[in-house]
């Protein structure tokens, strides 16, 4: 039982009783923690201020119960870019969700928390968010321990060089155009083009202050977006309901389009 502090970000909030709200943090040090914000509903709470998809330093108190309590909150930055854009919204809250699903609770990745601060600042300010958002899951997914094995084809050992690869996000292997697997009805990989390839290699061996870098547009943006999607799905085993949000917002493409196998 001790009070504590740390750097955190607010992932998610919901009413919690009569006027508390529910926190789902994630700090530099703890890790992923739930924890009530007792009379935060109340106007004038000196906890009134806490809102999801910020970066505050956190005062708590961890005693016997599974929920910490928050005893204090200073901002350190509140993004105020993502509350005015719905796409930036949906984006930004799917990053939220992912951290939570992939990560549990009490089991600190401190790497996490620049990755996420990098990718709210962005979207909040510039840049395309497709790119940001996305690079930023696949880099989640690294810091969750999960890296896959997407570099020499399965059959030949080659490096693909032309036309496109098939990316088998079920074995985690992945094949040349020359040795792509036949289409089947239970799909456990996609063909996607070599630059959307070239594209994800990029993504994976990003540095945080490179963040943006190798923007995906048009198709690519498609299959690298389907692509994850279907990852997360296999290797997490649910979508977060802001992934449809995000569907949505942006239009995003007809999944009939991806050849599958
Ligand atoms: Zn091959």
């Known amino acids: 039982m001790a009070q504590y502090q740390d750097h955190m970000l607010i992932l998610k909030s919901r009413v919690y009783r ?18 009530v914000a007792k009379g935060a509903r109340r106007p004038k709470s000196r ?40 796409s930036k919204l949906s984006w930004a809250l799917l990053l939220a969700d992912l951290v939570d699903e992939m990560f549990s609770e009490r089991d600190p990745a401190p790497e996490v928390v620049p990755w996420i601060i990098a990718a709210w600042d962005r979207l ?36 693909p060089r032309q036309n496109s690869v098939g990316v088998d996000w079920d074995q985690d292997v992945m094949y040349c155009s020359k040795h ?27 540095d945080v202050t490179k963040l943006g870098n190798y923007e995906a547009k048009g198709i690519i943006g498609d299959q690298l977006f389907f692509l994850f999607g279907r990852y997360i799905e ?28």
């Open 180 to 206: 792509l697997p036949p289409s089947s009805e239970q799909s456990r990989g996609m063909e996607i083009s070599l630059g959307s390839f070239r594209t994800w290699q990029g993504w994976m061996a990003l």
């Open 47 to 86: 906890l009134a201020g806490v809102y999801p998809l910020s970066y505050v330093i956190c005062q708590l108190y961890h005693g016997r119960s599974s929920l910490d309590t928050v005893n204090g909150v200073d901002l350190v930055e509140g993004f105020p870019g993502l509350q005015k854009d719905l």
């Open 124 to 159: 909040a300010r510039e840049g395309s968010h497709l790119t940001t958002a996305l690079s930023t899951g696949w880099q989640l997914l690294k810091l969750a321990g999960y890296i896959p094995r997407w570099e020499t084809c399965d059959v030949c050992g080659d490096i």
């Open 18 to 35: 009569e006027s508390d709200v529910l926190l789902t943090l994630f700090g530099i040090k703890s890790g992923k923690i739930g924890a």
């Open 234 to 261: 296999r290797h997490i085993g649910r979508m977060p309901r802001s992934w449809q949000f995000v569907r949505e917002v942006e239009n995003i493409g007809e999944q009939e389009r991806n050849r599958l196998f």
